[in-house]
């Protein structure tokens, strides 16, 4: 003998439940065309997917690396901007972080490695020494734009990781706002 919902709900001695409340919660109709259904270019969704996976490069020259290395720890957290895989490999990141001052003998090295970095690829300087080689003004440290392009600057003596975690929202909205990049994807401009 089957039971209906009310007479099954009456017998544990609750008598003022509404009718419907074990409906199912797809029995509720079906979802209109405008309801279900997401509107977008491919440029938007294959930035978006950019933005939200990038992997640096794990690479530090001075101080800064300090606060590059606080800035994947727990406390401040860069898994939820999708960037907490700090690869050991140039082949494999898309990022690099320059952290510290660039002397002439690492400046080949830097080249080198970003030159190995698969497209698309980004720069973020990190640092009064990296940007503009700082309180050293000698002959043995060069800013880190006349080696590789920068993408975005991130002031400081050291930065702290909130200041690193600013730049690295603002590289995702330039890659959020970058055109072309289906027909870069496809080879095709």
């Known amino acids: 003998m089957a039971l209906d919902h009310s007479a099954r709900f009456n017998l544990t001695g609750v008598s003022d439940v509404p009718e419907d409340f074990f409906s199912r919660i797809d ?21 978006w997917a950019r933005k939200n996976s990038i992997w640096p490069m794990t690479f530090g020259l001075a101080c800064c690396a300090i606060e590059m290395m606080a800035m994947g720890a727990s406390r401040f957290d860069i898994a939820r901007f999708g960037a907490e895989v700090f690869r050991g490999s140039p082949r494999q990141s898309d990022l690099m972080i320059i952290a510290g001052r660039v002397s002439n003998k690492m400046a080949p090295v830097i080249r080198q490695l970003y030159q190995q970095m698969p497209e698309p690829k980004w720069v973020l300087s ?6 503009s080689t700082g309180v050293f003004s000698n ?25 690193l975690i600013y730049g690295l929202m603002t590289l995702q909205k330039k890659i959020a706002g970058q055109t072309g990049t289906l027909r870069e ?3 095709l401009g």
């Open 27 to 47: 029995d509720e109709g079906n979802v209109g065309p405008s309801e279900g259904v997401l509107v977008t270019t491919l440029d938007k969704a294959i930035n």
């Open 126 to 131: 990190m640092g009064a020494c990296a940007t």
């Open 139 to 163: 002959y043995a440290l060069i800013p880190v734009n006349q080696i590789v392009p920068v993408d975005v600057y991130v002031p400081g003596c050291p930065p702290r990781p909130e200041q």
């Open 185 to 187: 994807v496809l080879n």
